[in-house]
C-alpha cells in the first residue's frame, strides 16, 4: 500500500508492504540509486546513516505492544529515505504510529511553529519523535503492568502470575535491545543532518536523542524491577 502526502512542496510517501514495483517506481521518481531499491525490500539491521548527494537513508526499529490480555510484542523496521524535499517511509505490516501520523499530516497546526524552516528533514524530525513518544507510552502501559503484579505478588504465586510476568519480561527484553540498536543511528544523523540542512539542525538530532535516551531509560529500569520481581516470586516458593 503507497499512501501519498504533500505539504507546502514537501512529498511524504509511506509504503507499507510494498512490492519491488513499488519502491522501483519511487527510485525512478526521487532519482535513488538501483542499489538501494533490493535493501528496502528486507530485513536490515544497519546501524549508521548512509549518505549519497541528494538524499540520505536509515533503519530504525520499533517495538509495538500488545494489549495485557495478550501479552506480547512486535516490532516494525521502518526505513527512511529523507532527501531536501521528500522522505519515503518504508515498513511490512501495519504500523498504527504512522497511520496515525498520516492522517494529521496535512493540519497546519503540526507546523505552526516551523513554516519558515520547514524542509524534509523537519518533518523526518517530527515523525521520529512522534515515534519515540508512542513508545513512551508503551513503557509507562508496562510501568503499570509491572505495579499490578508487585502488587499482588505478596499474596499470589500461582501460575497465571507466573506466566504474565515471564511474557511481560520478555516482552521489556526486546523494547530495550531494539533500542539499543538505535544509538549508533542517531550518532551518525549528526553529522548527516548538518550537512543536508546545516548546523541548525543539530537542535533536531539532540532532541531525537534526547527522546531516544528516554525510552531506553525507562525500558531498562522495568527491566531492572522485572528481574526483582522474579527473585522475589522465587524467594518466596523457597520459604513455602
Known sequence: ???????????????????????????????????????????????????????????LHFPQRKTWTHVGYQWHEVHFVVGKDFIISIHHGHFKAIETLGQIFEETEWFAHHTKTLHAGLLFFLITRTLYQSLHEDITEQTNDLKKISETILTNTENELVEKLLSLGLEIAVYTNLLQRHYNVLSSLEETGKKFFGSEYTFYTQTLVGEYEKSLCLATLNKS????????????????
Open 1 to 59: 500500500m503507497v499512501k501519498k502526502y504533500r505539504y507546502k512542496g514537501i512529498d511524504w510517501i509511506d509504503l507499507e508492504s510494498p512490492t519491488e514495483g513499488d519502491i522501483s517506481d519511487l527510485a525512478k521518481t526521487y532519482n535513488l540509486a538501483d542499489v538501494l531499491v533490493p535493501e528496502l525490500l528486507i530485513e536490515s539491521f544497519r546501524r549508521n546513516v548512509t549518505t549519497h548527494e541528494h538524499y540520505f537513508y536509515l533503519t
Open 225 to 240: 524491577i522485572t528481574k526483582e520481581l522474579r527473585e522475589t516470586h522465587n524467594s518466596l516458593l523457597l520459604a513455602k
